[in-house]
């Protein structure tokens, strides 16, 4: 309860200072920028503490006093303000605006509850989506509680956390003050996603007003999933079982589907559930992309700043949209610029390199201490033609059907809708363009699939302009023969798979712990030190730093290897260790290990010299086929 109450004393804070700074946007505007201001306090405030105090309730209860304070400047600053002049909903018909959010937050909510942590019989159950990344986002919350700062990866021994962790920690506040860590996860992930449903209806609106344009960019958006559809009815046709299989099978389903090159994925499937460190990004990148859209509207100095605060803060919430926002914002300028060369230009160009130098100037310390080291100095970035569909070899599929056959019918009409735009639309259109050619030629990170996390942002700022033009052929159509055919088979191919795909997440269920698993993690939390070392295997699923919290020499390469870490020494000191304890005694004490942990996983893992441990240190934990040894006799 008492991390609900913190949670609620954040969101209080982030209402009343978007209350008194955005006074004269209508009360829907007013209460979305405060709630998500509200969670970036909650992300942010206990962490500049935890500097300090170790993330620890004392750094919680700060950081609220601070957002108590950030809430009354608010009010203060925004005191002269004249009120909106418009109803609380402004000119967005709430009926309509209604009819568009409950069902994704209905589904979003049942996701959420259904696919982190579920228990069932003493087990813990996930999606299928949630399956690998959540155990990565479970382990640094619970890994950052009382944790020293800045804090170092639970599943790397002896290397800094540069992965963005604020979001997690955000979970972390609420497990201090005793709220659950399912319960954290799933109340803090449906706000999000709530508030990303609304904040994309609000920057639609502000690109495109109307509710036909906005309604069918936030079904082509959130629906998304390109032609995959075809190869599965194309496997059908062989092979009847195949459709079964696309709602049974493990990435079966026709957004996500590797083998056929299908990499675009559905945005809620595969990005907003399991992915939290994008979620939150896109909760703070959709206020920036409205910010960003009505300061260039009103050549607006004060929210140029606003805005250049605000994109400061994404690095360590989310590096990939804080970069992406970026690559939009010089092609925002670049463009109003241009089309104002023979008008105000140098105030554009002045109120841009405002928004830019206080961006840079706060961003700046965060990439430098922790994005950096990992990525650039890793040598993770690389130029990369066309990402996933380049083996370096050459390309798969063929340029345009790569992307043709990934966005779907979506893809042929991202040009026109660009160029039928006006000349606010078409500034977007730069930004957007600017992500896609730098995104085609640079990867950031080892895996390249990640670079859809920017492409998909040019998509988000995109669709407004594409549900527009979608309106407007449908008029310039009207007496046409076929009409509504046309437009019927348009929509149905561009979200076919992404609705196959939510489908089958829908009724995927996959065990993540056994209860054996569960009682091990409970027994390590309870009677071990939090900053404990444990010796276990490499399995993602790992109960040791996933759910107790507590430190192992080495976790999976699934994460470490496309964090850009180095881990072989580690890595290979582990196996040392459990194949060849007697000759690797020395190990445990050059490392500090406490304990050592046997489960199924390492027994098949390793030519496991698991009489040794017997024999040689006492069992402090036994049950089902999990082990738990103490190093010293005595301690604990």
Not at 167 to 174: G, L, V
Request: hydrophobic fraction near 50%; charged fraction near 15%.
């Amino acid at each position: 309860m008492g991390g609900v109450l913190l949670l609620l004393g954040f969101l209080l804070c982030g209402v009343a200072a978007a209350e008194g700074l955005f006074r004269q946007r209508c009360g829907l505007i007013r209460i979305w920028l405060g709630l998500c201001l509200g969670l970036a306090m909650m992300m942010w405030f206990p962490a500049l503490f935890a500097f300090f105090l170790d993330f620890t309730i004392p750094a919680q209860f700060l950081g609220l006093v601070l957002g108590a304070l950030c809430a009354a400047a608010g009010m203060f600053l925004g005191r002269r303000k004249p009120a909106a002049s418009v109803g609380f909903f402004g000119n967005v018909p709430p009926g309509w605006l209604a009819a568009l959010l409950i069902p994704a937050l209905l589904l979003s909510g049942y996701l959420q509850f259904t696919h982190v942590i579920r228990e069932v019989d003493g087990a813990l159950y996930v999606g299928q989506s949630t399956y690998g990344d959540l155990c990565l986002h479970l382990g640094i919350a619970t890994g950052m509680r009382n944790a020293t700062f800045p804090p170092d990866y639970t599943i790397l021994y002896g290397a800094k956390l540069g992965y963005p962790f604020l979001a997690d920690t955000m979970a972390t506040s609420m497990l201090l003050l005793g709220t659950g860590l399912r319960e954290a996860f799933v109340i803090t992930g449906t706000l999000m996603m709530g508030l990303v449903y609304l904040g994309f209806v609000l920057f639609a609106w502000e690109m495109a007003p109307g509710k036909a344009a906005v309604a069918l960019s936030f079904v082509l958006f959130f629906c998304n999933g390109g032609l995959g559809f075809l190869y599965v009815l194309d496997g059908v046709g062989r092979d009847p079982s195949a459709l079964i299989n696309a709602f049974e099978g493990y990435y079966q389903a026709p957004a996500n589907m590797p083998d056929y090159n299908l990499r675009w994925v559905n945005i809620v499937c595969d990005m907003l559930i399991p992915q939290r460190t994008l979620l939150a990004g896109w909760m703070m990148l959709l206020p920036a992309l409205f910010l960003l859209s009505r300061a260039v509207r009103e050549r607006n100095t004060q929210m140029f700043a606003c805005l250049g605060v605000w994109a400061g803060a994404m690095p360590l919430v989310h590096t990939h949209s804080f970069l992406a926002l970026g690559l939009l914002s010089a092609g925002v300028m670049a463009r109003e610029i241009l089309a104002d060369r023979r008008g105000p230009w140098r105030k554009t160009l002045v109120n841009f390199l405002w928004y830019g130098v206080l961006a840079v100037a706060i961003a700046l310390p965060q990439l430098m201490q922790w994005t950096f080291p990992q990525t650039v100095n890793g040598g993770s970035v690389q130029i990369w033609f066309n990402w996933v569909n380049n083996t370096g070899y050459g390309l798969i599929d063929e340029y345009f059907w790569f992307w043709i056959k990934n966005v779907g019918l979506v893809y042929l009409m991202l040009l026109p809708a660009a160029l039928s735009s006006g000349k606010h639309g078409r500034s977007f259109a730069w930004g957007a363009l600017a992500i896609y050619l730098v995104s085609e030629c640079v990867v950031f990170q080892p895996n390249k699939y990640d670079n859809n996390k920017l492409f998909l942002v040019a998509f988000l700022a995109m669709l407004p302009l594409v549900g527009r033009y979608c309106v407007i052929l449908w008029n310039r159509m009207k007496g046409v023969p076929g009409r509504a055919l046309l437009a019927s088979v348009f929509l149905a191919a561009s979200t076919v798979s992404g609705a196959m795909s939510l489908g089958r997440e829908a009724v995927s269920e996959y065990m993540l712990f056994h209860r054996d698993e569960v009682a091990a993690a409970e027994f390590l939390e309870a009677y071990t030190q939090p900053d404990a070392l444990v010796l276990t295997g490499e399995q993602h699923n790992n109960p040791v730093c996933t759910l107790a919290g507590r430190h192992i020499l080495c976790g999976t390469g699934s994460y470490l290897y496309y964090h850009g870490l180095d881990y072989r020494k580690q890595q290979e000191d582990q196996r040392a260790i459990y194949e060849n304890p007697a000759e690797n005694m020395h190990l445990l004490e050059e490392y500090g290990i406490e304990y050592i942990y046997i489960s199924s996983y390492e027994r098949s893992a390793y030519f496991l010299n698991e009489a040794y441990f017997r024999e040689n240190f006492p069992l402090v934990f036994s049950q089902g086929d999990v082990r738990i040894y103490a190093v010293y006799d005595g301690e604990s």
